[in-house]
């Protein structure tokens, strides 16, 4: 069983400012001349000279896990929500990705893939199906500080593990009033909630996640792509293609299937990231199966390749993470910063015995 670290802690250094009152001393000195008759001198005032200064601007609220200008202009007073998202095919067409901030792709047993979609800033009238906590859920997401990881359910280790990790557990299972039911969804793909709901059931959590990643507008130099396959198993065959008209990459299944939600929205990104991790399986039982938990190296002291893709272009570099609490960094073999384009992001965690493929 895991042993997690405290909650992360974060230290302020104050400057004291002094001030030092400097004293001029101003001298007069007065002549007096003698004649047979008085002089009188008179001189007019030097003309004052006033400046005025403008203040500048207060800097634009961005939100934490995109880079984008926050709505109405300040950050919602709310920590990161991380829902457990299906991607069985028989969950799809899922609801409510399209709002999240940050969508993480994991592996879990059988071959499949499941998310961890990220919301802060924007809001999901429904998002879903709703499905079972991993233990790889984690390491993924200690790096939000203290996230509410919502999710039904869960073999007792990995919910163990999670009680004993900074994560807030928000098992759906325990909260039959939030749930929602779609018409012509069956179990176990018909499990819905609202984001609204959902930090409802923690409302005096009120703290924004730290930044999670650098960002900027300026293209990157790197190598020009037009799409990237990562053919994670037979259920998972996932293919981005850069639409240059939205300066984005769109989400396809197979190379040709467009990755469309319940309500006809493709699943689209600013950036895409590769993240390269190590996987090994066991000790547990996730199913009946026989299909054995997916543990993934992700703290301490990780690292790993790493490709990030945006505005059409490639940037091959590493990734590294000293703790659970710590962002994941990514970097270009020199070592820099990899900023990425303001907006949504995806990011694939993909086993490093699996090589993902990309079309000039």
């Known amino acids: 069983m895991d042993v997690f670290p405290p909650h992360p802690t974060r230290s302020a250094s104050h400057r004291g400012w002094s001030a030092l009152a400097v004293a001029g001393l101003a001298g007069l000195v007065l002549s007096a001349c003698s004649s047979t008759s008085p002089t009188h001198h008179s001189s007019a005032p030097p ?18 896990l995109t880079g984008t200008p926050a709505p109405g202009g300040s950050v919602p007073q709310r920590p990161a929500l991380a829902v457990k998202v299906d ?3 028989a969950a ?39 499905r ?5 859920d984690i390491g993924i997401l200690g790096q939000l500080g203290t996230p ?6 869960g073999i007792n280790p ?84 850069y639409n240059a008209s939205i300066s984005a990459f769109q989400r396809f299944y197979n190379g040709t299937t467009p990755d469309v939600l319940a309500d006809g929205v493709q699943n ?20 009946s199966e026989g299909g054995l938990e997916v543990q993934a190296a992700l703290y301490p002291n990780a690292s790993g390749a790493a490709d990030v893709f945006r505005g059409g272009t490639e940037v091959t570099g590493t990734w590294s993470r000293t703790d659970l609490g710590s962002p994941t960094r990514f970097l270009t073999a020199s070592g820099a910063a990899i900023p990425l384009q303001p907006g949504e992001t995806w990011v694939e965690l993909v086993p490093n015995t699996i090589t993902a493929t990309t079309t000039p």
């Open 92 to 130: 799809r067409p899922q609801s409510g990705l399209d709002k999240a901030d940050v969508v993480f792709e994991e592996p879990v047993e059988g071959g499949i893939t499941r998310y961890a979609a990220v919301f802060q800033c924007q809001d999901a009238t429904l998002v879903g199906p709703v």
């Open 158 to 241: 990995v919910l163990a593990n999670i009680a004993a990790s900074p994560l807030v557990n928000v098992d759906l299972g325990n909260y039959g009033s939030i749930q929602t039911h779609p018409a012509g969804r069956v179990a176990p793909y018909a499990t819905y909630s609202s984001t609204a709901q959902l930090w409802g059931t923690h409302p005096t959590m009120t703290t924004p996640p730290h930044d999670l990643f650098a960002y900027s507008t300026k293209p990157l130099k790197g190598t020009a792509v037009s799409s990237l396959n990562i053919n994670f198993s037979q259920t998972s065959n996932v293919t981005w293609k």
């Open 47 to 64: 003309p004052r000279t006033t400046t005025s200064t403008t203040a500048a601007p207060p800097a634009a609220a961005t939100c934490p």
């Open 148 to 153: 509410l990881l919502v999710h039904v359910g």
């Open 132 to 136: 079972s906590a991993r233990n790889i």
């Open 268 to 287: 689209t990104a600013a950036n895409v990231i590769v993240q390269y991790v190590q996987i090994s399986y066991g000790p547990w039982l996730e199913n």
């Open 87 to 89: 991607n069985y095919p």
